[in-house]
């Protein structure tokens, strides 16, 4: 994953916040329910700047600060996330993406039933390892 430095603008904000968690532009589209081309578009700065719906669906979906996103004031997280994305124990903050090689989008597309499959596998597993 590259890094992006620079942060003046709405467009690098986005790809800098979808960058630290491990996302491409699919997965944050599945995240926040946006198309995956009005992304791009906000990322290549195509588009200025989301409406206030749009905004509001991306940070909740990057868990930052709406301030911080739209405009660059302020911290990029809100306040009480511990100033860790995905900050464990905070159920209304749900962790970062944690796998490499399943990209989120490829899991939402999963049935429920796949996903609890998933699940028991993984709790059986861990479980397993004495954890």
């Known amino acids: ?3 992006v430095d620079r942060l003046d603008t709405f467009s690098h904000r986005l790809r ?8 491409t532009q699919k997965d944050l589209a599945v995240a926040s329910n946006l198309s995956q081309s009005a992304i791009g578009n906000y990322e290549s700065g ?33 306040a009480g996330e511990g100033g860790a994305i995905g900050t464990i ?14 990209s989120y989008a490829t899991y939402a597309r999963l049935s429920l039933q796949e996903k609890r499959q998933i699940e028991l596998v993984l709790a059986a597993y861990i479980k397993a390892r004495g954890e």
Do not use: H, Y
Request: charged share 15%.
């Open 16 to 23: 800098n916040a979808r960058m630290l968690q491990g996302w």
């Open 1 to 3: 994953m590259s890094r």
């Open 46 to 78: 195509q588009r200025q700047q989301p409406s206030s719906d749009a905004l509001i669906k991306l940070t909740r979906a990057l868990r930052v600060n709406p301030m911080w996103l739209s405009t660059g004031e302020g911290p990029m997280l809100n």
């Open 89 to 102: 124990g905070d159920p209304s903050v749900p962790p970062a993406w944690p796998f490499e090689t399943v």
